[in-house]
């Protein structure tokens, strides 16, 4: 598998998939940038990917500050040009076990996070990856992208329109040399995954979904879905007359602890 030339940059990676992922492209002559809204937890996976033999950089940072994130990845990506950032910090929210609704100030906040904070972390970073035509891009959305589910409307909006910009900016980028990844895991372990309650089919070990999209974002791969079951059965939704369509996918009910 190929490495990256220059720096890394993860977001979310106080903890989880983001975490995971910093540890595994953690090597001797790695600069990695971490961020997070968990200072504890970004010092945690800084002594992890540290004592791997990389360079560490962090910085406590809410995704939804632009202007402090873009700041901080353009202050990286001078020292240390970006060869591969990943949007991975994300938040959920959904029907409480009580059967009430989100609100909509909580599908708000996701897409905030989810959609804005992705375009707010490698937006400042285009113009340099386009001129320099090398770099990779990874956005981490969300098998939700593919079929809006009714327990969760704000958290697939905000994983619909981050699928739909990474299609629009991958096609912008073709032929430069620099590349994006659309990255679609359905269910693994972690605090999101914790406060699901219904059924999570197919679902992997956190460390598994890492292994799967470090190996996608190494080869250079334009998209990283899985379970393919689980994928395939929700893009064939489209293919269902409407009324039937929104029957089926009643049937993935699901509630989210607060």
Known sequence: MSGFVGGVIV??????????????????????????????????????????GATVRIAAVDVRDAEEVARTVLKWDAAVPTGLVVANAGIAAGRRPDGSAETAAEAASQVSVNLLGAIHLVGPLLPAIHARGAGRIGLVTSLAAFRGLPDSPGYSASKAGLWAWGEAIRADLAGTGAGVTLIAPGFFDSAMGDAWVGARPFSLSTEEAAARIE????????????????????RALALLPTPLADRAVRLLRFRIRP
């Open 11 to 52: 977001s979310g990676a106080s903890r989880g998939l983001g975490a995971a992922l910093a540890r595994r492209f953690a090597a001797p002559g790695v600069t990695l940038g971490l961020l997070a809204r968990g200072e504890a937890g970004l010092h945690e996976t800084a002594a992890a990917c540290a004592a791997r």
């Open 215 to 234: 190996r996608a974002l190494r080869a250079g791969r334009a998209s990283c879905v899985f379970p393919l079951p689980l994928a395939a059965g929700l």
